[in-house]
């Protein structure tokens, strides 16, 4: 079980990442045993990018400053064969989104791009009614865009919602699941997108795996729904779900 395996190999995954959701990414990356490092400054990204597994570069709170270490990062781990997985929180929201985004794609060869409905929109360049850093609303095929956009840029695609798709140009395939609750606090999609790096990193089929990943996402989802139904406890029950799956698999869905 995949959660299980990177719990055994504990592989470092460095987050450039967003103030919002930094503390929860590097719980969630704890709780099933990998490591986590927030490192994001340009003097230094190059040097411990070197010494992770996978590095995740996800654009919530954008500036020139984290702009400039994500493309550093992001070349070096190509040039060492590290992972590099693409979360473009709200890239449609404005234009300087955008245009980073297409600037990191131009320059990164991404192995994965983790976004919602509304982030494959702006990125295939439909047109799109983007609220803020969430999905917004608009009309998309959105099989045919993320297979296009999957083979476009020779990634893994994953689009994350009520049902989550995930192909990387050739395969595709669907995972229902999940809870409501998980849309309802902050951070439960970008700490998907680093651990879809971990997971990538510990992986010799990474489609497979990614697949399983969302699958077991989803399902601690429900398992913390079954904890509370208060909405500020959930992260922390979220947590506990996905610390239990990584050390008792699947046996541990079972309520």
């Known amino acids: 079980m995949i959660f299980q395996t990177i719990r055994q190999q504990q592989p ?6 967003n103030y ?10 704890l709780a099933i045993g990998a490591s986590p ?3 994001d400054d340009c003097q230094e990204v190059e040097e411990m990018v070197a010494i992770a597994q996978a590095l995740l570069i996800n654009i919530g709170t954008l500036n020139d400053r984290t702009k400039s270490a994500m493309l550093l990062a992001g070349i070096k781990a190509n040039a060492l064969g590290i992972p590099v997985i693409l979360d473009p929180v709200g890239v449609g929201a404005t234009t300087y989104r955008k245009e980073t985004v297409r600037h990191l794609l131009e320059n990164i060869q991404f192995a994965v791009i983790r976004c919602n409905l509304g982030e494959l929109a702006a990125i295939a360049g439909v047109d799109w009614q983007q609220k803020g850093v969430d999905s917004g609303q608009g009309t998309i095929a959105m099989e045919v865009e993320a297979t296009s956009l999957a083979q476009r840029y020779q990634c893994i695609v994953i689009v994350t919602g009520e049902r989550d798709f995930i192909t990387d140009g ?10 409501p609750q998980m849309t309802e606090v902050t951070g439960t ?21 990614l697949m399983e990943t969302l699958t077991y996402y989803k399902k601690a989802g429900v398992l913390a729904s079954a904890f509370t139904a208060d909405i500020g406890d959930f992260q922390i029950a979220f947590l506990n779900a996905i610390h239990r799956l990584s050390k008792d698999g699947a046996a541990s869905c079972i309520l």
């Open 12 to 17: 470092l995954i460095h987050c450039i990442t």
């Open 20 to 29: 919002v959701v930094a503390n929860f990414q590097a719980n969630g990356l």
């Open 37 to 39: 490092v927030m490192a």
């Open 170 to 179: 050739k395969h595709s395939q669907w995972i229902a699941g999940g809870h």
């Open 189 to 209: 999609g970008c700490l998907l997108s680093a651990i879809c790096g971990a997971a990538y990193s510990v992986s010799h089929s990474p489609y497979q795996q």
